[in-house]
């Protein structure tokens, strides 16, 4: 099995991203490299990234986004497209992840 490839480049994404404060961004960084080392298989199974389905929410083409525990504080919304994880927005307020 391969391991999961990040996709980190949407404009979106990184305006988020960079204007986390540093300990949060470290906290994301270090999510990042679990997730590179991780299949999907234990992406979706993990206990503490909490993978789930948005059901009130479609990406651009109709695809379906999923929601992932970045941090304690902090949601990403990400579509999976091949081995890549897409990393569309990232959210310091839970609910708004949805």
């Known amino acids: 099995m391969?391991?999961?490839l990040l996709d980190l480049n949407n404009s979106?994404?990184?305006q988020d991203l960079?204007?986390?404060p540093k300990t949060e961004a470290l906290a994301v960084l270090k999510?990042?490299?679990?997730?590179?080392?991780l299949t999907w298989e234990q992406l979706y199974k993990d206990q503490g990234l909490k993978w789930e389905?948005?059901?009130?929410?479609q990406g651009k083409n109709g695809e379906k986004l999923y929601s992932l525990r970045?941090?304690?504080k902090c949601r990403a919304i990400v579509l999976r497209?091949?081995?890549?994880?897409?990393?569309l927005s990232?959210?310091?307020d839970h609910d708004s992840a949805y």
Do not use: M
């Open 81 to 87: 497209e091949d081995d890549y994880l897409r990393f």
């Open 53 to 57: 389905l948005i059901r009130s929410k």
């Open 70 to 72: 970045i941090t304690q």
């Open 12 to 14: 979106i994404f990184q």
């Open 2 to 4: 391969s391991r999961i």
């Open 90 to 92: 990232l959210h310091s």
């Open 31 to 37: 999510t990042f490299r679990k997730i590179s080392q």
């Open 18 to 20: 960079f204007v986390l």
